[in-house]
């Protein structure tokens, strides 16, 4: 296996959003946020991902992809951020097979919105839940590999915060700001995905296949969604230490087209629940940032009234960084960054 991940992060592009007033109230400067987009921000990290998909019907599979941590270096200055992270193949569990890992990212976090537009590209699972079935665990001493399973996932979230003012996602996401005070912010998010996933052959163990639903028993599955996302986000500050929790729970619509094992495509309109949690605790002083962040965002659908599907792409991630002075050349550059995107 060779993992890539590479993101992109665009801070402070402005959007043009249809009813985004600011607010009459007025604060003094610097008082909630001080802004630190002026320096470069170098910061290495070790990601951990945690990603799955649970099945369940008349028995429950969940299969996950061979997930391992990875490292990286992101540079970071005004609006723009670059960083790439890799993860060699002998980090990987061999109990639990070979996963090869495509997972892009464009962030664009603004005082008022966050963008999160990505591609993320898995193939070879392991049934991780095995030994729950009663009839699985007679028949495997160690995880069942599914090397041709293969999950592409593609979309944009967007998130609108209502109290930029005083509260901020990028001192606690991308570090280019830092909370001075204790705040918080409704949040309405919204979002476009897309999902597929195919095998070579039926996803459902052969020792199950007699008992499994029809319906069940696909070999590719697309799916296309669009979700609802309202929430409230909050960041307790200490000191220069912080505490941001961001929880969102909301309803998704859900376009369905199915290839079963027996040649029929049948496809469903169906709805069901998302909820999607950023977390981030960590230390934020002018020049040295530290922070531990973590990221959920699960789906729950109904396939068919007797089938139900989950998907979950997570994250944790360890942050340690430095702000620079521009001088010189690397000044010059920062003077032309603002004649494209004015601060």
């Known amino acids: 296996m060779r993992l890539y991940s590479l993101f992109f992060i665009l801070v402070g592009v402005p959007f043009v959003v249809l009813g985004q007033g600011d607010s ?19 910061s290495v990290f070790n990601r951990n991902p945690n990603n799955l998909i649970n099945l369940e019907s008349k028995f429950n599979l969940t299969f996950k992809p061979n997930d391992v941590f990875n490292q990286g270096i992101k540079i970071q200055h005004k609006w723009f951020g670059l960083g790439i992270g890799f993860s060699p193949k002998k980090l990987q569990d061999d109990k639990r097979g070979s996963t090869d890992e495509l997972d892009l990212h464009l962030y664009v ?3 008022r919105q966050y963008l999160d537009a990505y591609f993320i590209s898995y193939k ?16 495997y001493n160690s995880f069942p590999l599914m090397p041709d399973l293969s999950i ?7 998130l609108h915060l209502f109290n930029h003012q005083k509260f901020s996602l990028r001192a606690s996401f991308t570090q280019n700001e830092i909370q001075r005070k204790s705040a918080g912010s409704f949040i309405l998010g919204s979002s476009l995905k897309y999902m597929r996933k195919e095998n070579s052959g039926n996803i459902i163990p052969k020792e199950l296949r007699s008992i499994a639903l029809a319906d069940q028993q696909f070999v590719q599955v697309s799916f296309y969604d669009i979700s609802i996302l309202p ?16 929880p969102m729970l909301g309803v998704a619509l859900q376009y369905q ?7 029929r495509n049948p496809t469903r309109v169906s709805n069901g629940f998302r909820s999607l949690s950023k977390v981030s605790i960590g230390y934020n002083s002018d020049r040295f940032f530290c922070a531990l962040t973590g990221t959920n965002d699960t789906y729950n659908y109904v396939l068919i009234p007797e089938v139900r599907l989950r998907t979950q792409i997570s994250e944790a991630r360890v942050i340690i960084g430095y702000r620079f002075n521009t001088t010189g ?11 494209i995107i004015k601060p």
Request: net charge positive; glycine share 4%.
């Open 24 to 42: 009459a109230a007025i604060i003094k400067p610097n008082e909630y946020i001080t802004d630190k987009s002026n320096f470069i921000n170098i």
């Open 109 to 111: 976090y603004s005082k």
């Open 124 to 139: 070879g699972f392991y049934l991780e839940n095995f030994k729950q079935n009663d009839t699985l665990k007679k028949y």
């Open 152 to 158: 592409i996932t593609t979309g944009l979230t967007y």
């Open 231 to 246: 929430g409230y986000a909050h960041t307790f500050v200490y000191k220069r230490f912080y505490l941001t929790l961001v």
């Open 257 to 263: 087209n199915f290839s079963t094992v027996d040649e």
């Open 329 to 339: 050349f690397i000044q010059k550059i920062s003077n032309q960054m603002d004649k």
